[in-house]
């Protein structure tokens, strides 16, 4: 169990870090942290989270019928109580970026600009907002379970992270690529259209669902990626050679190995002997394969389980992306 002055410490620590970068401002914003399963420290209402003393920082029992009544308790314990309780995770980082505020207020979607956004951001949820304090967290939630950082249009960010500084960095870089995303539409560039007509050809007549993991899944999927133009071109070009094992967490009959020769899978085999492991509970696989969660993403998140090397991995970005984008089109029941 984390010691709760140390934890304390901490607060007062990020607290400062994210008012010194401007991610917040004047009293806005509350952090928690989990001390053990149903007790957490949690900002006091109207608290200035960039001058935060011990004594703002409430104890609380998430057990306890009382504690809505506890005097000081911010209006927006709702969602960190209810991320507690649908969560593993020890911290949670509530604040209103400016620039973020700002670009989320005109649009709805970012568009990454960065190798480095896509791979730590990807599809950031946007949950739509019409009161001052989150009043709908259940969306909140949902959103959660397919990215560590969700945006609260008109409002801000929620991060939730195994610490501070993980959730202080993704609300950082998801600042720097709206200031970016920014800048690039000063130059007026056509978004491209990421659904190809050579794929609607191969897609016209596919109607069919699959049972997730069945063996007809995935070989259906292997058959896609070996007819894709697109993803034969970028693979070719660099030569993707290599196994790649996707699995889901215990669940012996659930293990496929991509053997890639030249750009192309050459065999499916059904054992985990590959540089590259990939695994995860099923509800990840399945917001994956329904286009909701993107697999670099949730490998750099924490939701899936890596085994091999990221960087050597990420070499091949540009067509794993590419295989990642097809496994949505092979539809799951």
């Given amino acids: 169990m984390v010691k709760e002055k140390q934890l304390k410490e901490e607060i007062i620590k990020i607290g400062k870090r994210l008012y010194g970068f401007r991610l917040l401002a004047a009293k806005g914003g509350n952090l928690s942290a989990r001390i053990e399963r149903d007790l957490i420290l949690i900002t006091a209402s109207g608290s200035c989270l960039g001058q935060l003393k011990e004594k703002d920082i409430l104890k609380v029992d998430l057990s306890s019928e009382d504690t809505v009544t506890k005097k000081g308790l911010t209006t927006e314990f709702a969602l960190h109580s209810l991320i507690y309780k649908n969560f593993p995770t020890p911290r949670v980082v509530h604040c209103h970026p400016p620039l973020?505020?700002?670009?989320?207020?005109?649009?709805?979607?970012?568009?990454?600009?960065?190798?480095?956004?896509?791979?730590?951001?990807?599809?950031?949820?946007?949950?739509?907002?019409?009161?001052?304090?989150?009043?709908?967290?259940?969306?909140?939630?949902?959103?959660?379970?397919?990215?560590?950082?969700?945006?609260?249009?008109?409002h801000g960010v929620v991060c939730i992270a195994d610490s501070f500084d993980e959730a202080f960095y993704l609300i950082e870089e998801l600042e720097e690529s709206v200031k970016m995303a920014g800048f690039a539409r000063l130059f007026a560039k056509e978004k491209p259209d990421g659904f190809d007509k050579e794929l609607k050809k191969v897609l016209k007549d596919t109607q069919k669902k699959y049972d997730m993991f069945s063996r007809e899944h995935i070989l259906k999927i292997v058959s896609l990626i070996n007819q894709d133009k697109n993803f034969l071109s970028k693979a070719g070009a660099l030569g993707l050679t290599t196994r790649v094992v996707i699995k889901i967490d215990e669940e012996a009959d659930k293990i496929y190995k991509f053997d890639f020769r030249n750009g192309k899978i050459a065999k499916v085999e059904y054992d985990e002997n590959a540089p590259f492991v990939i695994s995860g509970p099923p509800d990840v696989w399945r917001l994956i394969f329904e286009g909701k969660l993107d697999p670099f993403v949730a490998t750099t998140q924490g939701k899936l389980k890596l085994k091999g090397d990221l960087g050597t991995i990420s070499r091949w970005y540009v067509p794993f992306s590419r295989m990642f984008f097809l496994f949505k089109e092979v539809k799951i029941k």
């Fill in 100 to 154: 973020i505020n700002a670009y989320y207020s005109i649009y709805d979607e970012l568009e990454n600009v960065t190798f480095e956004s896509k791979l730590y951001l990807g599809k950031v949820p946007v949950i739509k907002q019409i009161t001052p304090n989150i009043s709908e967290p259940e969306k909140v939630i949902e959103a959660l379970k397919t990215n560590n950082i969700v945006v609260i249009k008109n």
